[in-house]
């Protein structure tokens, strides 16, 4: 199983950025997929999950109407749209899967991680 993260960088207070997550090795059209990050000095933060028909599970207030998140019906791929990105929303973002359904108990338990990609955003 592999979850590749990109599309992080390095972006001024107000921008915008969107990442990708591309999973391999699993039937991803059986896993849920989630998003999370973890800031410097923080502990990792669930941030969204959606299932393959459809729902999504918001896990993070912080985030809640600047982040979108949304999941290709024909490809193996999560994305995660951030706008009105701020100094708080640095750190490093992961994907991740399990299988089945999205699951609402916090925090939510992944058995697959990507190794992330670093978003950075300066004042």
């Known amino acids: 199983v592999q979850l590749v993260e990109s599309g992080g960088g390095s972006v001024q207070s107000g921008g915008s950025l969107r990442l990708t997550c591309i999973v391999s090795g699993l039937d991803w059209t059986l896993y849920a997929l989630a998003w999370f990050r973890q800031a410097p000095g923080k502990e990792r933060e669930a941030l969204f999950c959606?299932?393959?028909?459809?729902?999504?599970?918001p896990y993070s207030p912080a985030v809640a109407g600047r982040f979108t998140p949304s999941r290709d019906i024909e490809n193996p791929a999560t994305y995660l749209q951030m706008n009105s990105l701020h100094p708080d929303d640095t750190g490093n973002y992961f994907c991740?899967?399990?299988?089945?359904?999205?699951?609402?108990?916090?925090?939510?338990?992944?058995?697959?991680w990507g190794r992330g990609t670093q978003v950075t955003v300066s004042s």
């Open positions: 991740a899967a399990r299988r089945d359904s999205c699951p609402r108990e916090s925090p939510p338990f992944f058995p697959f």
């Open positions: 959606l299932n393959f028909g459809g729902g999504n599970v």
